[in-house]
C-alpha cells in the first residue's frame, strides 16, 4: 500500500505505513475499552491544556466536519472574527475532551470571570467565560459531552473550591477512535528545563545545568525517529528549588493505566511494550539511604494488618510522603470525611499510619513522613532517568520514562531492567556519599 492509498489510517508525514496501520487498530481497540468504563471519580480531573493533533490525524478524525456542524450552533453573530474565536475555543475544548477520555479524568473548566482575564490562565490561553459557556452547553445539547460535578466556590477555604467538570462521549469518540497516536507536541524545544515556583533570582543560570539540558536535547533527538502514543517530548522540572523536583515528565506519562492498563497496551514502533519498574520506589530510596531493609513486597503486611487494599496503601503513602511537614497531617485526615477515589477513610488512615510505624520503625524515628520526602525522592528518580536515556542512546534502545518505571519494546525488557538496577544502585551509593544520615 502507498502513502496515497493509505486514506484511512493513522499516518503521519515520515512514519512508515506498517506501523501506521498498527497504531490505528490499537487506537480503535483502547479506545473502544476504554468507552466501555465506568466514569472516572470526582477526584480524578484534570485542567484544560491545548492539544493538537499531527495533519494526518487532523484529516482522519473528520474535524472540519464536526466543526462546521457544531459551529453554527454555538455562535450566531456573523462577523468574522467571533466566528473564528469560537472555532478555536471549540477546537480546543473538543481536542480537551478527547483526552481527558485517554487519561480517564474529567476535564474540569471553571466558569467563573476571574479565570478568565488576560493575566490569568485561560485568558492567556485565548478562552473566554461567555464563549466556553455557549460551546459546554451545546456539545452537551448535541450529546458530545456529559456534565459531571457542577463547579462551586468554598467561602470558608478557597483551597476546596471545584471546577465544573465534563467528559467525551461515545459519540464524540466516534471521530477520534483512532486518534491516540495523533495526539503531538513539538520535540526540539529551546530548554528541556522547567523551574517553578522559583523566586526570580534564584533561578539557575544555564551553566548550572548544561550538561543535563545537552543530554535531555540529544534524547529528544533520538526518541523524534520513534513512534508512541500521545509523542510528544520529554522534560526535567524542579519545584521552588534544586532539591525539590527533578523528575522527567512526558504526555505519555498522563494514558490511564491504574484503573484500566491502557498505556501499558500501547505500542513502541508498532510493538508491543514492557514496563519494569522500581515497586515503591520511593520507600526504597528512603530505605536505601537510611541503612534500612525492606521486603519484596512492602505492602504486603500493611494490607494483612489493616484490610486495606493494596491501592489504598499505596495511596496513603503518596498523600503522606507528599507532605511537606506534620501540620499538613490534620488537613489530610479532615479531607478524608468526603469520598475519594483510593476509598480511603479517616480511621482507615490512622490504621494505615500506625501499621507502617510498627513494621518500618524507622519511618517515624527518622522522620520520612510529613517531611517533603516525595519531593527529594522525585529528584533521585530524575538522576536515574538522564543515566537511563545516555544508556538509551548509547545502545540504540528507545524508552520511554513513567516515573519509577521505564517503557520499552517487549524484548527489550531485561535489559532495560537491568540497566534501571544498574543506575538505581550507582545514583543511591552517590547520595549516600555525601554522609546522609536524615532525609
Not at 466514569?39 to 484534570?46: E, G, I, W
Not at 455562535?75 to 475555543?89: E, M, P, W
Not at 523528575?247 to 513502541?268: C, D, F, G, M, S
Not at 500493611?302 to 487494599?309: K, L, M, Y
Request: one cysteine or more.
Amino acid at each position: 500500500m502507498t502513502k496515497k492509498q493509505l486514506s484511512s489510517s493513522v499516518y503521519t508525514s515520515n512514519k512508515p505505513v506498517k506501523i501506521a496501520l498498527l497504531e490505528e487498530e490499537n487506537s480503535h481497540q483502547l479506545t473502544a475499552n476504554l468507552m466501555q468504563q465506568p466514569l472516572p471519580h470526582n477526584d480524578d480531573s484534570t485542567a484544560i491544556q491545548l492539544y493538537k493533533l499531527s495533519d494526518f490525524g487532523l484529516r482522519k478524525s473528520q474535524i472540519g466536519i464536526l466543526l462546521e456542524g457544531v459551529l453554527p450552533l454555538v455562535v450566531k453573530s456573523t462577523r468574522a472574527t467571533d466566528i473564528s474565536l469560537y472555532r478555536q475555543n471549540l477546537r480546543h475544548i473538543v481536542f480537551a475532551l478527547v483526552a481527558s477520555v485517554y487519561r480517564q479524568e474529567w476535564l474540569a473548566i471553571s466558569t467563573r470571570d476571574i479565570h478568565y482575564r488576560s493575566d490569568a490562565r485561560l485568558g492567556k490561553l485565548g478562552f473566554s467565560r461567555r464563549r466556553i459557556q455557549r460551546i459546554l452547553e451545546v456539545l452537551i445539547a448535541e450529546g458530545y459531552a456529559i456534565a459531571g460535578r457542577v463547579g462551586y466556590r468554598h467561602l470558608g477555604d478557597p483551597s476546596l473550591s471545584k471546577c465544573s467538570q465534563y467528559f467525551a462521549t461515545a459519540k464524540l469518540m466516534e471521530y477520534f477512535s483512532g486518534c491516540l497516536y495523533e495526539f503531538q507536541s513539538e520535540m526540539l524545544l529551546d530548554s528541556y528545563h522547567e523551574f517553578n515556583d522559583f523566586p526570580e533570582v534564584t533561578i539557575p543560570a544555564i551553566d548550572m545545568y548544561s550538561k543535563n539540558e545537552a543530554l535531555l536535547k540529544e534524547y529528544n533527538r533520538f526518541m523524534a525517529d520513534h513512534w508512541w502514543a500521545k509523542k510528544g517530548p520529554t522534560t526535567r522540572s524542579f519545584s521552588k528549588n534544586l532539591e525539590r523536583g527533578g523528575r522527567v515528565n512526558t504526555a505519555y506519562q498522563t494514558i490511564v493505566n491504574r484503573r484500566l492498563p491502557i498505556r501499558e497496551r500501547t505500542l513502541l514502533d508498532g510493538e508491543r511494550i514492557a514496563e519494569p519498574d522500581f515497586s515503591a520506589n520511593h520507600l526504597r530510596l528512603s530505605a536505601a539511604l537510611l541503612g534500612e531493609q525492606m521486603p519484596d513486597d512492602p505492602y504486603d503486611a500493611i494490607t494483612t494488618a489493616t484490610g486495606a487494599t493494596r491501592q489504598q496503601a499505596k495511596g496513603f503513602i503518596t498523600r503522606v510522603l507528599g507532605c511537606v511537614s506534620i501540620r499538613q497531617k490534620g488537613g489530610q485526615i479532615k479531607s478524608l470525611y468526603q469520598p475519594n477515589k483510593d476509598g480511603l477513610t479517616a480511621d482507615l488512615y490512622r490504621s494505615l499510619l500506625h501499621a507502617f510505624y510498627r513494621e518500618y520503625p524507622w519511618l517515624e524515628s527518622q522522620q520520612v513522613f510529613y517531611n517533603d520526602t516525595g519531593a527529594r525522592m522525585q529528584l533521585l528518580e530524575g538522576e536515574i532517568a538522564l543515566k537511563m536515556f545516555r544508556w538509551a542512546i548509547d545502545t540504540n534502545t528507545p524508552l520511554i520514562s513513567v516515573h519509577d518505571s521505564f517503557a520499552c519494546k517487549w524484548y527489550h525488557e531485561q535489559h532495560v531492567w537491568e540497566a534501571m538496577q544498574e543506575f538505581w544502585i550507582e545514583t543511591v551509593n552517590k547520595k549516600k556519599d555525601k554522609s546522609i544520615t536524615s532525609l
